[in-house]
């Protein structure tokens, strides 16, 4: 297994380049199972994650070649079974159902069961499947969805923590081949949401209202081939955008969308981090002393929870008493004991974390728990004085392209080695 090794106290300087969205790419390449013409997807982040749905699309029958960036798949024969093993390895994996289920008229795809930041349901999923007339059964931790036909309807899909991202893409991807009409009432509004529904119009579906709470589906009879670019990816954005700020850098980040960030830039600005916007991209800097901020993650438009722990990272640098909540995932704390053992003060009280920040933080060896704990962890590290060593970076390695080397040109001081 590899770690990272980080010398930390240098600030970040010069200009980095986002890569495309994991988020948006996954369900994207999921679409491209509901045509047997080709496509072509660009931006294509190089990740665990994105070689594994390249990896999944070909299980399922599709021909695909992923290189440089590009995604190039034809589906023209597939089958509808999704095995235990390749979805429990990657959660989005469960985004392949709705094209399935669209496409072939029924899905047997694994239950893909919890992991570390919450216990993931997909009963939303299922529910607007079954109000577009798919029968459920749960068969040996398998979901058997079957329709004779598809029927547009009108479903509901907010939950306890509000909308879900890939139950959203889901249900659209089945609407597009229904017959009818499909309402998605409190859909997710993500930006990744948006992108998917422009791939499907380009495939020619007929999508109005993508990116607010009700997004309507005309089903058509076929789906052709399409092109598409990947949307920026505005976590990455945010974590460089944090890792600037925490090293007390200047950093130019290219390829984002601010309009994607407003609730990140809005809490970095509280915290006391300058952000401005210079020829489309984004310059960010430490303007003055940092300030104490509380955040609460929500769905979007709010403050993003895949941006939660890096946020806290931080936060530990800013002297007062900050407080973070995560309202999404119950259980998406677990850098807390991590960033504990740099020398950071934390405590958690239900879906807070209590962050007394202002102590300096000094390196440590760390485990990453999940990709997002990995990110905020390396920020830490990066910000610490002495070497802090990141363990199990596999986590990391699954969202973000190259992060080492980006940093490495930011003037990081961090090497991959082989865990000791
Ligand atoms: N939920 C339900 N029932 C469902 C589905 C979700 O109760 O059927 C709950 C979840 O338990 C959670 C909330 O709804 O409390 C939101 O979950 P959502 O379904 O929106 O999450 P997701 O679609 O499975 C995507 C991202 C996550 C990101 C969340 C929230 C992908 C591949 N994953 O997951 O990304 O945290 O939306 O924004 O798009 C990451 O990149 O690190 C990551 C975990």
Partial sequence: M???????????????????????????????????????????????????????????GAETEFKKGT?????????????????????????????????????????????????????????????????????????????????????????????TVLGTANVMMAGALADGVTVIESAACEPEVVDLANFLTAMGAKIAGAGGPTITVTGVKKLHGAEHWIIPDRIEAATFAIAAAATDGEVTIKNCRSEHLRAVLDKLNEAGVSIQSRE?????????????????????SGFPTDVQAQMMSLLTLAPGISIITERIFESRFMHVSELT?????????????????????????????????????????????????VNRIYHLDRGYERMDLKLRKLGARIQRVEEK
Avoid at 33 to 51: A, F, K, Q, W, Y
Avoid at 283 to 298: F, H, Q
């Fill in 2 to 60: 590899e770690s990272f090794l980080i010398k930390g106290g240098r600030p970040l300087r010069g200009e980095v380049t986002i890569s495309g969205s994991k988020n948006a790419a996954l369900p994207i390449m999921a679409a491209t199972l509901l045509t047997d013409e080709p496509c072509v997807i660009r931006g294509v982040p190089n990740l665990s994650d994105t070689r594994f749905m390249a990896q999944i699309l070909k299980s399922l």
């Fill in 71 to 163: 995604l190039e798949t034809r589906a023209k024969k597939i089958q509808g079974y999704a095995d235990y093993d390749l979805v429990r390895k990657m959660r989005g994996s469960i985004c392949v159902a709705g094209p399935l289920l669209a496409r072939l008229r029924k899905a047997r795809i694994s239950l893909p069961g919890g992991c570390v930041i919450g216990a993931r349901p997909i009963n939303l999923h299922l529910k607007g499947f079954e109000s577009l007339g798919a029968h459920i059964e749960i068969v040996g931790g398998y979901v058997h969805a079957s329709a004779k036909r598809l029927i547009g309807a009108t479903t509901f899909l907010g939950g306890r923590a509000g909308s």
């Fill in 280 to 300: 489309g991209n984004l310059v960010v800097r430490r303007g003055k002393k940092l300030s104490t901020a509380d955040v609460t993650t929500l769905p979007y």
């Fill in 341 to 389: 053992r740099l020398g950071a003060d934390i405590e958690i009280e239900g879906p807070s974390a209590i962050v007394k920040g202002g102590r300096p933080l000094s390196g440590a060896p760390v485990m990453a728990s999940d990709l997002r704990a990995s990110a905020a962890l390396v920020i830490a590290g990066l910000a610490a004085k002495g070497e802090t060593q």
